[in-house]
């Protein structure tokens, strides 16, 4: 009987953590989503700011969890957050690691995405990463 009682509750335990983690990404989309809506009104920047860095926080908390880690979506959030984040990112020094996390996962998301569930995401994460890139080939031209 204790033992069945101790089975029950590790079972518990192992299935509440899966869907603690997928939580977790789910928090992230969501997050990610409501940024998108809000960073076009300047009205709402700061609210934008916040969703973001929840967003992000999330993310790497699904993507450091072994259920959630090789998932196509965590990939293309991932993408889409960092992405994001670089283009936001005004000093070279801190947004290039930002633009190559985000270049990885993306590459990541593709692979795994044969379904093709999160491709606009995933080309909406890559038009950030041209922005960034375009936006750092100005400065570098003006700059001479």
Known sequence: MKIKLL???LLGLVSATAFAQKGELNTAKEEYEKYSGLRGQPAMAAMA???LTTAKESIDKASANEKTAT??????VKGSIYSALA???TVPATSLPLFTTAEEALKKAKEADTKGENKKMIDEAYLNLAQYQLTKGVKEYSVR
């Open 87 to 89: 283009v936001q990112d």
């Open 71 to 76: 998932l196509p979506l965590t990939y293309a």
């Open 7 to 9: 089975m029950a509750g």
């Open 49 to 51: 700011g916040k969703s």
